[in-house]
């Protein structure tokens, strides 16, 4: 088994910055996810874990590879979600445990597997002290 623990599907990795790759049109972002599942494949990767990116396309790619509608590697998906503020990384942001709950009921309903918490992300909101 080969995984990679560590992916952003709709990434071009082309040395181009990140801030760069998110202003492509959603539809390369999703011709850019099929190639990168392709090279997965091909380098013998049978699971992939998404480590956060357009929550839209990461349910799109894992439901296409779950029905045969694209052919895939297993797909893990984690959440992500960061503390507010202008510094936050992605759209979705906790300021409270209660909107740390929902965040997280959230990814649960749509099936993600695991939550990345980002660096913003307060200890309260967590539901634990230091």
């Given at each position: 088994m080969l995984v990679d623990a560590h992916a952003h599907l709709t990434l071009a990795g082309d040395?181009?910055?990140?801030?760069?790759?998110?202003?492509?049109?959603?539809?390369?972002?999703a011709l850019v996810s099929v190639s990168n599942l392709q090279r997965h494949l091909a380098?013998?990767?049978?699971?992939?874990?998404d480590m956060g990116g357009e929550e839209g396309f990461l349910v799109a790619i894992r439901d296409a590879i779950k029905s045969g509608k694209a052919l895939g590697p297993r797909y893990v998906l984690a959440g992500l979600v960061?503390?507010?503020?202008?510094?936050?990384?992605?759209?979705?942001?906790?300021?409270?445990?209660?909107?740390?709950?929902?965040?997280?009921?959230?990814y649960h309903?749509?099936?993600?597997?695991?939550?990345?918490?980002?660096?913003?992300?307060?200890?309260?909101?967590?539901?634990?002290?230091?």
């Open positions: 040395r181009r910055t990140y801030e760069q790759m998110v202003l492509d049109p959603d539809e390369m972002m380098s013998g990767v049978t699971t992939i874990r960061d503390g507010p503020g202008p510094r936050a990384f992605g759209a979705v942001t906790a300021a409270t445990p209660d909107e740390g709950r929902a965040v997280v009921r959230k309903d749509e099936g993600f597997e695991q939550i990345k918490i980002y660096s913003l992300v307060t200890p309260d909101v967590c539901g634990f002290s230091m």
